[in-house]
Each structure stands twice: as C-alpha cells, then as structure tokens.
C-alpha cells in the first residue's frame, strides 16, 4: 500500500488496515455481550472499508460473524474455510461484493466466524462497509500470508492494534458531519 491516502480516504478519515487497504470504526453497538469464553464484546461494530483499485488485502480471519456491504465499486471476497491456516491458491470460494446485480454482483455477503477471507486486486476503488457481530476487536484478528503457498509453514501471527484504534464510545458520533 503506498504512502499517500487515496482521496476517498481522506474524505472518510480513514487510516491504514494491518490487512491491506483503508478503514475506520464508524459504529459501535452501545449494547455489550459476554460469550462463553469470557470475552466481552460490543454487540456488533461496523467499520467503512476503502480497498483502492489494485490493491489486495492479506489473508485474515476474525472470530465473529462479518457482514460485508457494498457501497461503490466491487471487490472480489475469497473464502477459504476454517483450517489452521489460510489455502493454497485456486482453493478459495470467491464472491463478488458490489452494487452491478444484473452482472451478478452481490450487494451483501457473509463471512463466517473464524473463516479465512483476503480480497484480490480490482480495476477501481470498491467501498465497503462491514458489521461485525459479536463486536470486532483486534485482539480477535488473525493475519495470515498475502501468498499462503508461499512460506507455509510461517506461522499465523494476530495483527497489532495501532494508535488510530483506540476504543471508540458508542455515546459520542463518529460519522463526519
């Protein structure tokens, strides 16, 4: 990913994803939830997702349940099961996320919990929104290879949280006006 933020970034205040691309928090259920490991989570979260014509993202999963839902553009979503790490090329299920139904398109797609998923290079910006339930934390987030055929046997490592993801309040407004 380059240096500078892509305009619509910039418009959207958005800031670099460990996974590739461009994001930013833009909701956050008020509501919390205690699962049965322990972990206390906001309901459901929701995130704006700029993926810039040509960029991919890295092969990642998280443990809940993602709603992806398009907003400009299309992005190619690969599935790529639940095993211990993501799989080899040409191995993955892929779903076109975007707002062209009649080429096929779809204009929500869900990625279940713990379910590999990376997003591969398109001709133009695709704006995505994902919700996420239970609530996305980045404690929750696992970050595999670009090119899982590459290097096998790295390890799968959990992405770090930067400065720009502290925890937002769901009382204040996080939308830009």
């Known amino acids: 990913m380059g240096g500078m933020r892509p305009p619509l970034a910039e418009l959207l205040d958005l ?34 997702f700029l993926l810039p014509a040509g960029e991919s993202s890295a092969w990642h999963r998280v443990a809940s349940d993602e709603v992806w839902l398009a907003h400009t553009g299309s992005v190619v979503l690969e599935l790529g099961g639940d095993a211990g790490r993501p799989p080899a090329d040409g191995a993955a299920r892929r779903v076109v996320i975007g707002v062209d139904l009649a080429a096929a398109e779809e204009s929500q797609a ?27 934390d980045f404690a929750d987030f696992q970050l595999g290879s670009s090119a899982p055929d590459e290097g096998a046997d790295d390890e799968v490592q959990r992405a ?17 006006a």
């Open 15 to 48: 800031q670099p994803h460990p996974e590739g691309g461009w994001y930013r928090q833009t909701w956050v259920s008020p509501e919390a939830v205690t699962l049965p490991d322990g972990r206390v989570r906001a309901t459901a979260t929701l995130i704006h």
């Open 160 to 176: 770090p949280a930067g400065p720009e993801d502290a925890p937002v309040d769901p009382s204040e407004p996080t939308n830009p």
């Open 110 to 136: 869900v990625v279940p919990a713990h379910v590999w998923q990376r997003t591969l290079p398109g001709s133009a910006d695709a704006l995505v929104s994902c919700l996420v339930s239970p609530g996305f």
